[in-house]
T-cell receptor
């Protein structure tokens, strides 16, 4: 997998937008960027993924830079239930393995 | 639709005993994955299946671990004999068509295993 780098922790006020960065400077042109999160004691939850274009779904938005070396996950209106560890993953093309690093521990503050 | 279903949710047993973890993937999904999560090693892939056939078992720690998928709706992960260092949370995940078919993996709630 392309190596990804994320800050170990972040805080965000409830109701504000949470912006979680991820660097993946070694990503190949055909490799996706996947985002998952893990709320305490639960299994990882898929959030969103993308290749080149920005993506949006009911949970979040994903902004990928034009050179694809970094991306930002945006939770537009964070709630306390968004407190979790967020993982950015860039699996090797054709490889079904998801390699979870240490992620970013996001804490939403009331 | 029901998600990935794992059983049991918690298992406590003594070392040397056989442990069997069970997983029912999402109906129609053709990929099934077993992961293990510990504080020391994080979340790591053990093995995955495609159409009930094991594709990559390079993450299986040793011969004490075995996994089977007898049909499209059921898989087991067995540890025999179990050791205290096997204590972890074991997750099962499934997907339709794989990551590069634009299909994410969906995870169950895990089995928390404690070997005394």
């Amino acid at each position: 997998d392309a190596k990804t780098t994320q800050p170990p922790s972040m805080d965000c006020a409830e109701g504000r937008a949470a912006n979680l960065p991820c660097n993946h400077s070694t990503i190949s042109g055909n490799e996706y960027v996947y985002w998952y999160r893990q709320i305490h004691s639960q299994g990882p939850q898929y959030i969103i993924h993308g290749l080149k274009n920005n993506e949006t779904n009911e949970m979040a938005s994903l902004i990928i830079t034009e050179d694809r070396k970094s991306s930002t996950l945006i939770l537009p209106h964070a709630t306390l239930r968004d407190t979790a560890v967020y993982y950015c993953i860039a699996p090797n093309f054709g490889n079904e393995k998801l390699t979870f690093g240490t992620g970013t521990r996001l804490t939403i503050i009331p | 639709d029901a998600g990935v279903i794992q059983s049991p949710r918690h298992e406590v047993t003594e070392m040397g005993q056989e442990v069997t973890l069970r997983c029912k993937p999402i109906s129609g999904h053709d990929y099934l994955f077993w992961y293990r999560q510990t504080m020391m090693r994080g979340l790591e892939l053990l093995i995955y299946f495609n159409n009930n056939v094991p594709i990559d078992d390079s993450g299986m720690p040793e011969d004490r671990f075995s996994a089977k998928m007898p049909n499209a709706s059921f898989s087991t992960l067995k540890i025999q004999p179990s050791e205290p260092r096997d204590s972890a949370v074991y997750f099962c995940a499934s997907s339709l068509g794989g990551l590069y078919s634009n299909q994410p993996q969906h995870f169950g709630d895990g089995t928390r295993l404690s070997i005394l």
